[in-house]
């Protein structure tokens, strides 16, 4: 099941609980559904059993309330012509609720699908030129080729339409150093022999261990039909290497045969 909308704080509740359990105290987690609520994937799902009681009824499907979206003023739309200019591409974005998001999300679909428009409003409004400085050193001007990563404690509509316009496609993955090398565009997510130079340059030890070949495979650097044992690494052809960079030998293998073709596992938007 999933915990939707509120996986935030039941998530950081759920370990102390547990604990709470443990040592002995009484515990009773009681959850609701409710299908009117949106099924959010990773983190917010959760086994069934994490609730002693499940209370799941159609006439407890209420519909959500909506409040309505106000107009954007003319104040909030110059805000948000301002704050677009502060975004840089390939980086990431948090947005709240409100008007004031609404505008931000606005003037970026400008500057993405009419750069030239919104180039023009930089100039009536003599944005550019007032603050052209830090329009370079913070954000930029240009559309967002490699797009945007969301990081939010909510997810407002505006992250929907930035993702439907082809901005909010930056993904992000669960492995430090190669997260690090594709913020630093010395790694794709296509992924070629050269991935294992490039993370020992940035730090991978030589000799993997099975933790860290586990890591790497489960975002798509190690081939799934590869397997480790502790000291050696299995080929998909089920030749057995060891598992040591340092060895050319091993090294020139495992780049060979056991690299898969491209990452998996990134997030769009936490």
Request: charged fraction near 25%; glycine fraction near 10%.
């Amino acid at each position: 099941m999933s915990l939707s909308c509120n996986p935030d704080v039941t998530l950081d509740l759920l370990p102390a609980l547990r604990e709470r359990r443990e040592a002995g105290h009484e515990v009773l987690l009681v959850g609701e559904a409710n299908r009117q609520l949106p099924f959010m994937l990773g983190d917010a799902e959760v086994p069934i059993e994490t609730f002693d009681l499940l209370l799941e009824h159609p006439r407890y499907d209420f519909d959500l309330y909506g409040p309505p979206n106000l107009p954007i003023g003319t104040v909030d739309h110059l805000i948000g012509l301002y704050a677009s200019t502060l975004v840089r591409d390939g980086g990431t974005l948090q947005l709240g609720i409100g008007e004031l998001g609404d505008a931000i999300v606005y003037s970026m679909q400008l500057r993405h699908q009419q750069n030239e428009i919104w180039r023009r409003l930089l100039e009536d409004t003599r944005a550019a030129a007032r603050f052209g400085d830090a329009i370079a050193s913070i954000g930029g001007n240009g559309i967002f080729e490699r797009g945007l990563y969301g990081c939010s404690e909510m997810f407002v509509d505006g992250f929907l339409d930035l993702y439907r316009l082809g901005i909010l496609k930056r993904r992000v993955y669960p492995h430090l150093l190669v997260q690090r090398l594709l913020n630093a565009r010395r790694l794709s997510e296509t992924l070629n022999t050269q991935v294992l130079d490039e993370l020992v340059t940035a730090g991978l030890p030589t000799m993997i261990n099975a933790q860290e070949f586990a890591r790497l495979q489960e975002v798509g650097v190690f081939a799934d039909r590869c397997a480790h044992d502790g000291h050696r690494i299995r080929t998909p052809g089920g030749r057995w290497v060891p598992a040591d960079l340092e060895n050319p030998e091993a090294r020139a293998a495992i780049a060979g045969e056991c690299i898969g073709a491209h990452l998996r596992g990134g997030v769009l938007l936490h």
